[in-house]
């Protein structure tokens, strides 16, 4: 049973057996979350879910993006996956088509400073989480994901709760326990993409999942087998049961395919835009029709076609491929403003752009015709799956990081991240 097995990974995987190049990357990514997440920490999601914490008040004990205040675990893992989803500028794994990153190293971080934890022990910690998140989601399949699941709430749950239970010291049986009991809140619908309610599915995951294993912790009693019994969540929410899932667990970390968004809207997009660089410059005035071909996946995702709102905008490929071409930068959080939604000569190229479905290309794959008033015609490509080195990533993250939240911050986190900082001198680090 898949429960059993990840269970057992969250719980005895030795530090030692992580591989350098994987603790690098769990590093770029937690990196990548204090940017993204102070960055959106004015956001509307960001005020009203810390709003709500602060009217309940209740024991000090971890940090939220925005404030130097300190909330409860379980508050501080809803505030900051929300906060850190807010401007949709979080990591994705593809194999699931998820955002580990939102909500594992929110509940991670929460719950390693109620716990006083070493960083080596969050670290560890939130890399096996969002391990488990991705294969949790490789086990979900696509047929959860297109009937409307967001793989980042439901997924996402349960790697929190790994997350989570690992900081607590869980054996396999209580981490199974987690899982399983976890499993009667995991939740998040596709139908709230384009609304504070996305970034919502994030933080409710972390908060899941931290609730899940302080549950447990104070003996709860649940179904262990509540993922994957009859009737559970699995047999419940379309799961495929893709036991596949689980190969090369603990020898192969699938979290190393992370992607790292350069672009300020949704993933999907990103092939997109990337290709749509590779075009020799252009005026837009002489440019007759824009064909996106894509991956059909994407069309439930992010195609609306005449967004209102910027946020709307960033699940528009016919927005941003008209943002991109009259020379508004994509990676840029003010772009995506509700005014250019209605500006005549952006509406105007994006009515004359079409986006068709491609089953040849993969989900991270998409080409572009672009078709010019004297017949000229463009053809461009690009994969997100193409290898990209370790440095490479490295200075994109980091530029990305400066962007966002200036030299001196990205290097205190970078500091904080490469010299075992504590759970505690991370955590104090989302407020400036």
């Known amino acids: 049973m898949i429960t059993q097995t990840l269970a057992g990974f969250v719980a ?3 530090p030692e057996t992580i591989p350098s190049a994987t603790l690098h990357m769990l590093r770029l990514s937690f990196l990548d979350w204090m940017a993204v997440g102070t960055a959106g920490a004015q956001e509307p999601v960001a005020q009203i879910t810390r709003g709500l914490a602060l009217q309940e008040q209740g024991t000090p004990q971890s940090h939220v993006f925005g404030d130097n205040i300190c909330v409860p675990a379980r508050a501080a893992a809803l505030v900051n996956g929300a906060t850190s989803h807010a401007l949709d500028y979080d990591d994705t794994h593809f194999a699931h088509i998820g955002h580990p990153s939102v909500a594992v190293i929110s509940a991670a971080l929460a719950m390693a400073e109620r716990q006083s934890t070493s960083g080596c022990d969050l670290q560890v910690a939130a890399l096996i989480g969002m391990e488990t998140s991705i294969r949790i989601g490789m086990w979900l399949g696509r047929d959860h994901y297109q009937a409307g699941f967001h793989q980042t709430g439901t997924a996402g749950a349960f790697g929190a709760a790994a997350a989570a239970a690992r900081i607590l010291g869980f054996d ?8 399983g009991l976890v499993a009667t809140r995991a939740s998040g619908l596709k139908s709230q993409f384009g609304t504070m309610g996305k970034p919502y599915n994030a933080g409710i995951a972390a908060a899941n999942g931290v609730e899940a294993a302080l549950l447990v912790q104070g003996g709860f009693q649940a179904n262990a087998l509540g993922l994957d019994t009859a009737q559970g969540f699995g047999d419940t929410h379309f799961g495929q049961a893709d036991m596949s899932a689980l190969d090369g667990l603990g020898a192969d970390w699938l979290f190393d395919g992370i992607s790292h968004k350069f672009h300020a809207c949704c993933h999907g997009l990103h ?10 410059d252009m005026s837009p005035e002489n440019i007759d029709s824009i064909v996106v071909q894509t991956h059909p996946r994407w069309m439930t995702v992010c195609n609306q076609q005449a967004p209102d709102t910027g946020l709307e905008a960033k699940f528009s490929y016919r927005m941003v491929v008209a943002m ?29 752009v079409s986006v ?5 290309l993969t989900e991270m794959q998409a080409q572009l015709e672009i078709t010019l008033t004297n017949g000229t015609v463009h053809t461009v490509f690009h994969d997100l799956d193409a290898p990209m080195s370790q440095s490479a990533r490295t ?16 290097d205190r986190n970078w500091a904080l991240l490469t010299h075992d900082a504590s759970a505690s001198d991370l955590g104090a680090a989302l407020n400036t």
């Open 12 to 14: 005895t995987t030795p």
């Open 395 to 410: 200075v994109r993250v980091t530029q990305k990081s400066v962007g966002l939240i200036s030299q001196s911050a990205t």
């Open 271 to 280: 092939a997109t835009l990337e290709a749509l660089a590779k075009v020799p």
């Open 172 to 179: 396999t049986q209580h981490t199974a326990m987690a899982l």
């Open 324 to 352: 991109a071409l009259m020379g508004h930068a994509t990676a840029a959080l003010d772009s995506y403003a509700d005014a250019l939604c209605r500006d005549p000569e952006i509406v105007a190229l994006r009515d004359r």
């Open 356 to 360: 068709v479905t491609a089953p040849t």
